[in-house]
Protein backbone atom coordinates (compact mmCIF):
# COMPACT_ATOMS: atom_id res chain seq x y z
CA UNK A 1 0.00 0.00 0.00
CA UNK A 2 1.32 3.47 -0.59
CA UNK A 3 1.52 6.47 1.44
CA UNK A 4 2.37 10.28 0.37
CA UNK A 5 2.28 13.61 2.78
CA UNK A 6 -0.09 14.78 0.29
CA UNK A 7 -2.26 11.52 0.44
CA UNK A 8 -2.48 11.33 4.32
CA UNK A 9 -4.04 14.89 3.99
CA UNK A 10 -6.64 13.49 2.07
CA UNK A 11 -7.01 10.60 4.14
CA UNK A 12 -7.66 12.78 7.18
CA UNK A 13 -10.01 14.84 5.25
CA UNK A 14 -12.12 11.88 3.96
CA UNK A 15 -10.80 7.93 4.00
CA UNK A 16 -13.57 7.21 1.16
CA UNK A 17 -11.85 9.89 -1.05
CA UNK A 18 -8.13 8.57 -0.51
CA UNK A 19 -9.52 5.25 -1.08
CA UNK A 20 -10.92 6.06 -4.35
CA UNK A 21 -7.89 7.84 -5.54
CA UNK A 22 -5.44 5.43 -4.02
CA UNK A 23 -6.53 1.99 -4.48
CA UNK A 24 -10.12 2.36 -6.40
CA UNK A 25 -9.17 4.40 -9.24
CA UNK A 26 -7.85 1.95 -12.09
CA UNK A 27 -7.61 2.57 -15.90
CA UNK A 28 -7.17 -1.30 -17.07
CA UNK A 29 -9.93 -2.59 -14.69
CA UNK A 30 -12.58 -4.17 -15.93
CA UNK A 31 -14.99 -2.39 -13.76
CA UNK A 32 -16.36 0.46 -15.54
CA UNK A 33 -16.62 2.35 -11.79
CA UNK A 34 -12.87 2.07 -11.32
CA UNK A 35 -12.44 2.83 -14.82
CA UNK A 36 -14.54 6.48 -14.39
CA UNK A 37 -12.44 6.37 -11.11
CA UNK A 38 -9.37 6.94 -13.09
CA UNK A 39 -10.42 9.17 -15.26
CA UNK A 40 -12.34 11.45 -12.00
CA UNK A 41 -8.76 10.92 -10.55
CA UNK A 42 -6.76 13.30 -13.53
CA UNK A 43 -8.86 16.39 -12.94
CA UNK A 44 -7.56 19.13 -10.84
CA UNK A 45 -9.11 22.73 -10.19
CA UNK A 46 -7.79 25.51 -11.99
CA UNK A 47 -5.44 26.68 -9.14
CA UNK A 48 -3.56 23.68 -8.88
CA UNK A 49 -3.46 23.48 -12.25
CA UNK A 50 -1.72 26.68 -12.17
CA UNK A 51 0.94 25.10 -10.08
CA UNK A 52 0.89 22.05 -12.54
CA UNK A 53 1.60 24.05 -15.34
CA UNK A 54 4.96 25.97 -13.85
CA UNK A 55 6.12 22.58 -12.31
CA UNK A 56 6.02 21.39 -15.87
CA UNK A 57 7.90 24.33 -17.47
CA UNK A 58 10.58 24.27 -14.64
CA UNK A 59 10.84 20.70 -14.33
CA UNK A 60 10.23 19.78 -18.82
CA UNK A 61 12.37 23.16 -19.80
CA UNK A 62 14.15 24.89 -17.84
CA UNK A 63 15.46 22.27 -15.49
CA UNK A 64 17.29 20.43 -18.80
CA UNK A 65 18.68 23.24 -20.54
CA UNK A 66 20.36 23.95 -17.15
CA UNK A 67 21.76 20.23 -16.73
CA UNK A 68 23.17 20.97 -20.35
CA UNK A 69 24.53 24.07 -19.27
CA UNK A 70 22.52 25.94 -21.63
CA UNK A 71 21.84 30.00 -21.41
CA UNK A 72 18.01 29.97 -20.19
CA UNK A 73 16.21 32.75 -21.06
CA UNK A 74 13.20 34.30 -19.52
CA UNK A 75 11.07 35.12 -22.56
CA UNK A 76 11.34 31.12 -23.96
CA UNK A 77 10.14 30.17 -21.64
CA UNK A 78 7.25 32.38 -20.88
CA UNK A 79 6.94 31.61 -24.82
CA UNK A 80 6.46 27.38 -23.91
CA UNK A 81 4.65 28.52 -20.74
CA UNK A 82 1.54 29.61 -22.73
CA UNK A 83 1.68 27.12 -25.65
CA UNK A 84 1.52 25.02 -22.62
CA UNK A 85 -1.58 26.82 -21.34
CA UNK A 86 -3.07 27.32 -24.69
CA UNK A 87 -2.94 23.28 -25.19
CA UNK A 88 -4.06 22.21 -22.11
CA UNK A 89 -6.86 23.92 -21.95
CA UNK A 90 -7.96 23.38 -25.23
CA UNK A 91 -7.35 19.69 -24.06
CA UNK A 92 -9.30 20.38 -21.09
CA UNK A 93 -12.15 21.66 -23.33
CA UNK A 94 -12.63 19.22 -25.51
CA UNK A 95 -12.92 16.32 -22.47
CA UNK A 96 -10.28 14.19 -24.55
CA UNK A 97 -9.42 13.25 -21.51
CA UNK A 98 -12.66 10.61 -21.75
CA UNK A 99 -11.00 9.51 -24.93
CA UNK A 100 -10.38 6.36 -24.64
CA UNK A 101 -8.28 6.22 -27.14
CA UNK A 102 -6.20 8.88 -25.34
CA UNK A 103 -3.79 7.43 -22.58
CA UNK A 104 -1.98 9.73 -20.32
CA UNK A 105 1.13 8.03 -20.28
CA UNK A 106 1.97 8.49 -24.26
CA UNK A 107 4.74 10.16 -25.16
CA UNK A 108 3.05 12.33 -28.20
CA UNK A 109 -0.38 13.71 -25.39
CA UNK A 110 1.79 13.14 -22.14
CA UNK A 111 2.49 16.81 -22.03
CA UNK A 112 -0.91 18.40 -23.20
CA UNK A 113 -2.57 15.84 -20.89
CA UNK A 114 -5.27 18.16 -18.61
CA UNK A 115 -8.50 17.36 -17.12
CA UNK A 116 -10.25 20.85 -14.85
CA UNK A 117 -12.49 20.12 -12.33
CA UNK A 118 -15.08 23.32 -12.96
CA UNK A 119 -15.20 22.05 -16.93
CA UNK A 120 -16.09 18.41 -15.68
CA UNK A 121 -18.44 19.24 -12.89
CA UNK A 122 -19.55 23.22 -13.52
CA UNK A 123 -19.22 23.28 -17.54
CA UNK A 124 -17.26 26.68 -17.72
CA UNK A 125 -14.24 29.11 -16.41
CA UNK A 126 -14.95 32.75 -16.29
CA UNK A 127 -12.33 34.32 -18.97
CA UNK A 128 -11.17 36.79 -15.63
CA UNK A 129 -10.39 33.72 -13.71
CA UNK A 130 -8.13 32.02 -16.62
CA UNK A 131 -6.68 35.31 -17.22
CA UNK A 132 -5.35 35.24 -13.70
CA UNK A 133 -4.12 32.06 -14.09
CA UNK A 134 -2.24 33.01 -16.92
CA UNK A 135 -0.81 36.18 -14.86
CA UNK A 136 0.07 34.00 -11.94
CA UNK A 137 1.92 31.57 -13.84
CA UNK A 138 3.91 34.24 -15.45
CA UNK A 139 4.59 36.32 -12.28
CA UNK A 140 6.01 32.73 -10.84
CA UNK A 141 8.04 32.04 -13.31
CA UNK A 142 9.58 35.68 -13.81
CA UNK A 143 10.03 34.94 -9.36
CA UNK A 144 11.69 31.75 -10.28
CA UNK A 145 14.40 33.96 -12.86
CA UNK A 146 15.39 36.33 -10.29
CA UNK A 147 15.92 34.27 -7.49
CA UNK A 148 18.53 33.24 -5.72
CA UNK A 149 18.31 29.85 -6.15
CA UNK A 150 18.63 29.87 -9.97
CA UNK A 151 21.77 32.21 -9.38
CA UNK A 152 23.57 30.01 -7.44
CA UNK A 153 22.52 26.90 -9.84
CA UNK A 154 23.96 29.12 -12.94
CA UNK A 155 26.87 29.74 -10.40
CA UNK A 156 27.64 26.12 -9.32
CA UNK A 157 26.04 24.00 -12.32
CA UNK A 158 24.58 21.72 -9.86
CA UNK A 159 23.35 17.80 -11.21
CA UNK A 160 19.50 18.50 -11.19
CA UNK A 161 16.96 16.38 -10.91
CA UNK A 162 13.60 17.28 -11.18
CA UNK A 163 10.13 15.40 -9.82
CA UNK A 164 12.07 12.30 -9.24
CA UNK A 165 9.53 9.28 -7.44
CA UNK A 166 12.13 7.91 -4.15
CA UNK A 167 10.33 5.48 -2.14
CA UNK A 168 10.87 3.42 0.69
CA UNK A 169 9.45 0.60 3.07
CA UNK A 170 8.25 1.92 6.32
CA UNK A 171 6.06 -0.57 8.69
CA UNK A 172 4.32 -2.59 5.94
CA UNK A 173 3.59 0.27 3.92
CA UNK A 174 5.05 2.26 0.75
CA UNK A 175 6.38 5.80 1.49
CA UNK A 176 6.42 7.50 -1.78
CA UNK A 177 7.78 11.37 -2.42
CA UNK A 178 7.98 13.32 -5.38
CA UNK A 179 10.34 16.63 -4.44
CA UNK A 180 10.23 19.41 -7.02
CA UNK A 181 14.22 19.04 -7.59
CA UNK A 182 16.75 17.22 -5.66
CA UNK A 183 19.94 19.72 -6.63
CA UNK A 184 23.44 17.63 -6.34
CA UNK A 185 26.36 20.46 -6.48
CA UNK A 186 29.87 19.61 -6.89
CA UNK A 187 31.17 21.38 -3.43
CA UNK A 188 28.49 22.25 -1.45
CA UNK A 189 25.85 19.99 0.37
CA UNK A 190 23.04 18.84 -1.92
CA UNK A 191 19.78 20.96 -1.21
CA UNK A 192 16.25 19.44 -2.11
CA UNK A 193 13.52 22.00 -3.43
CA UNK A 194 9.72 22.21 -3.18
CA UNK A 195 8.15 25.04 -4.97
CA UNK A 196 4.72 25.95 -4.43
CA UNK A 197 2.56 29.01 -6.33
CA UNK A 198 0.41 29.87 -3.30
CA UNK A 199 2.01 28.89 0.43
CA UNK A 200 0.25 25.83 2.17
CA UNK A 201 0.49 26.33 6.25
CA UNK A 202 4.07 25.97 7.08
CA UNK A 203 4.43 23.16 9.69
CA UNK A 204 2.87 21.23 6.39
CA UNK A 205 5.40 22.31 4.33
CA UNK A 206 8.50 21.74 6.98
CA UNK A 207 6.76 18.37 7.57
CA UNK A 208 6.45 17.37 3.69
CA UNK A 209 10.26 18.86 3.01
CA UNK A 210 11.58 16.97 5.98
CA UNK A 211 9.92 13.51 4.95
CA UNK A 212 11.70 13.99 1.29
CA UNK A 213 14.70 14.44 2.84
CA UNK A 214 13.51 11.97 5.19
CA UNK A 215 12.76 9.51 1.76
CA UNK A 216 15.66 10.65 0.14
CA UNK A 217 18.20 8.67 3.13
CA UNK A 218 16.31 5.72 3.33
CA UNK A 219 15.48 5.18 -0.48
CA UNK A 220 17.67 3.08 -2.71
CA UNK A 221 19.93 5.64 -4.71
CA UNK A 222 18.80 5.89 -7.99
CA UNK A 223 21.53 5.31 -10.38
CA UNK A 224 22.14 8.67 -11.55
CA UNK A 225 22.44 9.84 -7.88
CA UNK A 226 26.13 11.33 -8.05
CA UNK A 227 28.38 8.70 -6.29
CA UNK A 228 30.01 10.95 -3.63
CA UNK A 229 27.30 12.01 -2.02
CA UNK A 230 25.53 9.18 -0.95
CA UNK A 231 26.76 8.88 2.11
CA UNK A 232 25.66 13.04 2.65
CA UNK A 233 22.19 11.52 1.92
CA UNK A 234 21.84 8.87 4.24
CA UNK A 235 21.74 11.55 6.60
CA UNK A 236 18.94 13.79 6.41
CA UNK A 237 20.26 16.56 8.55
CA UNK A 238 23.13 16.95 5.93
CA UNK A 239 20.58 17.74 3.26
CA UNK A 240 19.59 21.51 2.62
CA UNK A 241 15.85 22.01 2.41
CA UNK A 242 14.13 25.21 0.11
CA UNK A 243 10.64 25.89 0.26
CA UNK A 244 10.38 28.19 -2.17
CA UNK A 245 7.04 30.04 -2.24
CA UNK A 246 7.12 31.43 -6.19
CA UNK A 247 3.84 34.19 -5.90
CA UNK A 248 4.99 35.58 -2.68
CA UNK A 249 8.89 35.47 -4.92
CA UNK A 250 9.96 33.96 -0.73
CA UNK A 251 12.56 31.16 -0.55
CA UNK A 252 13.09 29.82 3.36
CA UNK A 253 16.02 27.81 3.90
CA UNK A 254 15.90 24.82 6.41
CA UNK A 255 17.93 21.89 7.56
CA UNK A 256 16.56 18.96 9.96
CA UNK A 257 17.50 18.42 13.83
CA UNK A 258 17.89 15.30 15.02
CA UNK A 259 14.43 16.19 16.92
CA UNK A 260 13.12 17.21 13.68
CA UNK A 261 13.64 14.17 12.23
CA UNK A 262 12.21 12.21 15.25
CA UNK A 263 8.77 14.20 14.48
CA UNK A 264 8.74 13.23 10.79
CA UNK A 265 9.38 9.77 11.73
CA UNK A 266 6.86 9.61 14.34
CA UNK A 267 3.89 11.29 11.81
CA UNK A 268 4.61 9.00 9.23
CA UNK A 269 4.52 5.57 11.48
CA UNK A 270 1.26 7.52 13.11
CA UNK A 271 -0.46 8.36 9.55
CA UNK A 272 0.61 5.07 7.85
CA UNK A 273 -0.58 2.73 11.14
CA UNK A 274 -4.14 4.62 10.89
CA UNK A 275 -4.46 3.84 7.14
CA UNK A 276 -3.42 0.05 7.90
CA UNK A 277 -5.68 -0.31 10.89
CA UNK A 278 -8.60 0.98 8.72
CA UNK A 279 -7.55 -1.73 6.07
CA UNK A 280 -7.53 -4.16 8.61
CA UNK A 281 -4.58 -5.66 6.49
CA UNK A 282 -6.75 -6.07 3.52
CA UNK A 283 -6.01 -3.89 0.75
CA UNK A 284 -7.59 -5.40 -2.49
CA UNK A 285 -11.02 -6.93 -1.32
CA UNK A 286 -12.92 -3.11 -0.51
CA UNK A 287 -15.52 -1.45 -1.31
CA UNK A 288 -15.66 2.61 -1.72
CA UNK A 289 -18.85 2.85 0.77
CA UNK A 290 -16.93 0.68 3.39
CA UNK A 291 -15.08 3.60 4.14
CA UNK A 292 -16.22 6.72 6.34
CA UNK A 293 -17.31 10.03 4.32
CA UNK A 294 -15.97 13.25 4.92
CA UNK A 295 -17.12 14.79 8.56
CA UNK A 296 -17.73 18.41 6.46
CA UNK A 297 -19.68 19.23 3.78
CA UNK A 298 -17.33 21.68 2.92
CA UNK A 299 -14.84 18.73 2.17
CA UNK A 300 -16.94 17.28 -0.91
CA UNK A 301 -17.29 20.66 -2.21
CA UNK A 302 -14.19 20.24 -4.47
CA UNK A 303 -14.09 16.40 -4.23
CA UNK A 304 -13.38 15.09 -7.91
CA UNK A 305 -15.30 11.46 -6.81
CA UNK A 306 -18.48 13.49 -5.61
CA UNK A 307 -20.14 11.93 -8.85
CA UNK A 308 -19.71 8.15 -8.41
CA UNK A 309 -19.48 8.54 -4.14
CA UNK A 310 -23.07 10.47 -4.60
CA UNK A 311 -24.44 7.61 -6.49
CA UNK A 312 -23.20 4.57 -4.65
CA UNK A 313 -24.35 6.31 -1.19
CA UNK A 314 -27.56 6.79 -2.87
CA UNK A 315 -27.61 3.34 -4.59
S1 LIG B 1 -17.91 13.35 -2.16
FE1 LIG B 1 -17.40 13.84 -0.04
S2 LIG B 1 -17.75 11.95 1.07
FE2 LIG B 1 -17.60 11.39 -1.09
S3 LIG B 1 -15.48 10.87 -1.41
FE3 LIG B 1 -15.71 13.02 -1.87
S4 LIG B 1 -15.20 14.12 0.00
FE4 LIG B 1 -15.58 12.00 0.53
Sequence with gaps: MKWSVSGSRTFFQCPRRWY??????????????????????????????????????????????LNRNEVVDLKEALD????????QLAFATARRYRDPSIKKSDDETAEDYCALF???YGGTIDQKMLNMIESEMIASLTNFFNSRLLAQINESHPYLIAQRAVQFPFADVNVQCTPDLIAFFKETEPIIVDWKVEAPKHKEHFIQLGTYAFALSRAKPHKDFPAEWLSTIADPTKVGLTEFQLLRNRELQYSLTEQDLVDVEDYIYKTSSRIQHMFNGNSSARDPTCFPQAKSANACLWCKFKKICWEESSS
Design 20 to 65: YETVFANSRAKDPARKEAFILKQLQNVRAWRGKLVDQVISNFIVPK
Design 80 to 87: YAHKLFET
Design 118 to 120: ELE
